[in-house]
């Protein structure tokens, strides 16, 4: 009952809010924030790792299926999170309509663009192609 005296009249009578999925995209944007903290972490260490070696050796580093692995994990938790950010930013701050959905459909291309790239050449090295 407590949660019918939140809602707005409108809301009430649809049963639902303006979008339909800002909670579901502010727990998303959230969970992968926390998510992305470890994952930048283990980055951060593989980078340092990198330093100072030969090409050779970094390519064996990188080609490693464990690092693979988190990298692998953390493109695709941040591209998801940079996407739902900037989502939330188009949606909120691009008020003519077709600017908007040019907008998202940008977002939403260079989003997929950089993480199948990104993919491709965590891929390329593990797999040594």
Same mark, same amino acid.
């Given at each position: =009952?407590?949660?019918?005296? =939140?809602?707005?009249? @409108?809301?009430?009578?649809r049963? @639902?809010?303006?979008?339909?999925?800002?909670?579901?995209?502010?727990w998303h944007q959230?969970?992968? +924030?926390?998510?992305?903290?470890?994952?930048?972490?283990? $980055?951060i260490?593989?980078?340092?790792?990198?330093?100072?070696? +030969?090409h050779?050796?970094?390519?064996?580093? $990188?080609?490693?299926?464990?690092?693979?692995?988190?990298?692998?994990?953390?493109?695709?938790?941040?591209v998801?999170? @940079?996407?739902?950010? =900037?989502?939330e930013?188009?949606?909120?701050?691009?008020?003519?309509?077709?600017?908007?959905?040019?907008?998202? =459909?940008?977002?939403?291309?260079?989003?997929?663009?950089?993480?199948?790239? +990104?993919?491709?050449?965590?891929?390329? $090295?593990?797999?040594?192609?």
């Amino acid at each position: =009952m407590k949660d019918a005296q =939140m809602r707005t009249p @409108m809301r009430r009578v649809r049963g @639902m809010g303006a979008a339909h999925t800002g909670t579901k995209d502010f727990w998303h944007q959230r969970v992968t +924030s926390v998510a992305g903290i470890p994952l930048t972490i283990a $980055l951060i260490v593989i980078a340092i790792a990198l330093l100072g070696r +030969s090409h050779a050796a970094a390519v064996q580093i $990188l080609g490693s299926p464990i690092v693979a692995i988190i990298m692998l994990l953390f493109i695709v938790n941040i591209v998801y999170h @940079m996407w739902i950010g =900037m989502q939330e930013i188009i949606v909120d701050y691009v008020h003519e309509d077709k600017l908007k959905l040019a907008a998202l =459909m940008g977002n939403t291309f260079f989003c997929f663009g950089i993480a199948f790239a +990104s993919a491709f050449a965590i891929l390329k $090295l593990s797999f040594g192609v």
